[in-house]
């Protein structure tokens, strides 16, 4: 178990591409565990293996939607090795999204509604699946960070502005 300090905004590692996993190997595996406990401790959704300083195309995602009796989020961590669009719906959908790099900050992002993917599981298996909803909101934002692309750069330049300058007052003021 480790949680991992998360690289943030203006760390140029963010704009990194990162390289695809050549083996599924137990070091992939620690990474993907690791990655999991981050994701948990820093409250996210997802995370991409660059915000934790690592350039692999490694993602885990946990939409965390369903509860317990006791109104506690169900938590059903799933690890994505080289995950790859393979296609897109033509409907656009509109989600307030927020990023663990770019704390506490949040803007409107349209992307596709629908998106085709590809990936391998922890065991090396592959998979595709048509995804929707916020699973496929945030898988479009943790291939984005594979690709060294940030939410903030598919706002207009007024609202990624007014977003940097917020964070960065926000940090002074601690
Ligand atoms: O925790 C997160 N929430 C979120 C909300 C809307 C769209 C995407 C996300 S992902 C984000 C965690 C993160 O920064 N992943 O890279
Ligand atoms: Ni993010």
New binding site residues.
């Given amino acids: 178990m480790a949680v991992l300090p998360?690289v943030e905004v203006p760390d140029p590692r963010l704009r990194a591409v990162s390289t695809p996993v050549e083996a599924v190997d137990d070091d992939v595996r620690r990474l993907v565990a690791d990655m999991t406990d981050t994701?948990y401790a820093?409250?996210?959704?997802?995370?991409?293996a660059i915000?934790v300083g690592v350039e692999k195309r490694v993602?885990v995602?946990d939409l965390q939607a369903e509860e317990d009796a006791e109104g506690k989020p169900v938590r059903v961590p799933q690890a994505y090795i080289n995950p790859e669009i393979v296609s897109v719906s033509d409907e656009l959908s509109v989600?307030?999204?927020?990023?663990?790099?770019?704390p506490e900050q949040?803007a409107e992002?349209e992307r596709p509604a629908r998106c085709r993917v590809r990936w391998l599981d922890t065991g090396g298996a592959r998979h595709e699946e048509e995804l929707d909803g916020?699973l496929a909101?945030?898988m479009q934002?943790?291939i984005?960070?594979c690709d060294g692309i940030l939410?903030i750069d598919h706002v207009s330049r007024l609202k990624r502005e007014m977003l940097l300058r917020k964070l960065a007052k926000q940090r002074k003021a601690g």
């Fill in positions: 998360i994701m820093a409250h996210g959704i997802g995370l991409a915000q993602v995602i989600y307030n999204e927020g990023c663990l790099s770019i949040y992002v916020l909101t945030c934002h943790e984005d960070h939410f």
